[in-house]
């Protein structure tokens, strides 16, 4: 059916569509090509590796994988420590961006009063127009206030609902009817009923969709760790140290691949599966005023 449609396409639509898929196919080559590269280094010796760190293993070290797990480590920190710090570091950052960007879109999108188009504007700004400039300001706020290695407090600085999360809430919101708000205003609930019983359960996709990018970012992050957490280094910064502390381990480069494949995997994983999730729902936000 899909050919069919396709034959009766004018020549320039043809030609487009065509242009679409060569440019889609060299983008994927683009991504996979260092992919395959770190696969196939991860399964040579160190010796391989630094001959021909472009050429096919002379023999297939599949226990590089094994070894990730006792011989991957920086100082006092093992594989599954980072791991650990990982997984905790990625549902609370997750967790809190994903929840304070909701509660400030929420009023915003809902409810009209004074300061509101101002508030809206300065989120707005803040995302048009990065404040690079800060960080050094913020750093130094931070260590002030004790937040610096301190898992206990740097939660407080990730509740910044001033990112993309909240256009793509704020579009969400606006477009639930209020009538069912309306309507749970009659029966007798409350304010804060009505966002948790009837706007989050109907907003469910679009947060779920923010949540997922999120988590992907944020098991990735190595520079807020490095920054922030470098007592609590987590597996994307452990990589980071320990490809520049990896003269002191045997095989290391093999390893470091081996370790990166394996870190990839549930980001990878996570996102095929929620393919269709995110895509739907991140394009079906927009800014609405």
Request: cysteine-free; proline content about 5%; glycine content about 4%.
């Amino acid at each position: 059916m899909a050919e069919i449609k396709f034959r009766k396409q004018p020549l320039q639509v043809k030609i487009t569509y065509i242009a679409f898929l060569i440019i889609f196919i060299a983008l994927a080559v683009i991504h996979l090509v260092p992919l395959a590269w770190s696969f196939l280094s991860s399964l040579k010796t160190g010796p391989q590796y630094f001959e021909d760190s472009f050429g096919w293993p002379k023999e297939w070290h599949f226990e590089n994988y094994i070894r990730v797990f006792s011989e991957f480590k920086y100082k006092n920190f093992s594989y599954f420590d980072m791991l650990f710090n990982s997984l905790w570091y990625l549902v609370v950052a997750v967790t809190v961006e994903t929840f304070t960007s909701a509660l400030l879109a929420y009023p915003l999108a809902r409810y009209r009063f004074p300061g509101r188009e101002l508030i809206y504007t300065v989120v707005i700004f803040a995302n048009i127009i990065p404040i690079i400039g800060s960080g050094p300001a913020k750093f130094k706020l931070m260590d002030a206030l004790g937040m610096i290695n301190n898992p206990w407090t740097i939660w407080i600085s990730w509740a910044n609902a001033f990112d993309f999360a909240f256009i793509v809430f704020y579009g969400t919101f606006k477009g639930i009817s209020m009538t069912y708000s309306e309507a749970a205003k009659m029966d007798g609930a409350s304010n804060i009923r009505i966002l948790f019983q009837i706007i989050f359960p109907q907003a469910f996709p679009s947060i779920a969709a923010i949540a997922i990018t999120s988590a992907i970012n944020v098991w990735n992050a190595y520079s807020t760790v490095m920054l922030y957490l470098r007592n609590y280094p987590n597996l994307a910064y452990g990589l980071y140290l320990f490809d520049g502390a990896s003269n002191y381990v045997e095989d290391s480069k093999p390893i470091y691949f081996a370790a990166t494949i394996i870190s990839s995997i549930p980001v990878i994983i996570l996102y095929a599966a929620n393919q269709k999730l995110i895509l739907s729902n991140i394009t079906a936000g927009g800014l609405k005023g």
